[in-house]
């Protein structure tokens, strides 16, 4: 589960970079088709992540803060997505999104990595 987890979340950062694109060079229709699969991404990385907090159990506050960091991260692809597209101010919410996303990926890689790496 940790592999499709991962995948998702790569998955969403390159749609990120797609919304913004489109975004940036008036391509309304390729911004709006990238964000719906953008959100239906947001379900797999649910999906996948909550498997994956099941299995991490015995890792106690860690996980529950490194759940609370992960919808925090989805939180902020969101809204600097849609600040981005309408043309206000997002500066603060790709601030919150790269702080947030690279807390997840510290915490994911370096003290919940179990399963993702050969031992």
């Avoid at 939180?75 to 849609?82: D, F, H, L, P, S």
């Amino acid at each position: 589960m940790a592999h499709l987890h991962i995948t998702s979340w790569v998955i969403a950062f390159v749609l990120v970079g797609l919304v913004t694109t489109f975004a940036r060079s008036g391509n309304d229709k390729g911004a709006k088709i990238s964000h719906m699969i953008l959100r239906a991404d947001y379900l797999l990385i649910l999906y996948s992540g909550g498997s994956l907090f099941a299995s991490y159990a015995n890792y106690g506050g860690l996980i529950i803060f490194k759940v609370l960091v992960g919808l925090w991260t989805i939180v902020a692809m969101e809204m600097a997505c849609v600040k981005y597209k309408k043309k206000k101010p997002a500066a603060i919410w790709w601030a919150q999104l790269l702080i947030a996303g690279a807390i997840a990926i510290i915490l994911g890689f370096g003290f919940l990595g179990a399963g993702i790496l050969p031992a």
